[in-house]
Nanobody
């Protein structure tokens, strides 16, 4: 019912910044919780951040807290991930996802966008 498309990834030097975007289409009237995840080659998928529909509650992984900021613009059906102070360990494919409030799993996923941080 919901399609998600990420954009904004690319190559950046250590210490730099990127802003990722995730555009939603389809049944966008749901009060979805939106999340960002990432996965590096050979590594398990890792939670990055999440935000509730109203944007009043946000959650971050400890390794990203203070450096990354998740926001959303429901009028544009878009969620963002602002990434600052990037380091090579942040290199991964970043995915956005959506889930129904009260559920424990994300049912909708984007195709991912590559983020590469050089030393």
């Amino acid at each position: 019912q919901v399609q998600l498309v990420e954009s904004g990834g690319g190559l950046v030097q250590a210490g730099g910044s990127l802003r990722l975007s995730c555009a939603a289409s389809g049944r966008t009237d749901g009060r979805y919780v939106m999340g960002w995840f990432r996965q590096a080659p050979g590594k398990e998928r890792e939670f990055v951040a999440a935000i509730t529909w109203g944007g009043t509650s946000t959650y971050y992984s400890d390794s990203m807290k203070g450096r990354f900021t998740i926001t959303r613009d429901n009028a544009k059906n878009t969620v963002y991930l602002q990434m600052n102070s990037l380091n090579p360990e942040d290199t991964a494919v970043y995915y956005c996802a959506a889930k129904v409030p009260g559920t424990s799993t994300y049912g909708y996923w984007g195709q991912g966008t590559q983020v590469t941080v050089s030393s």
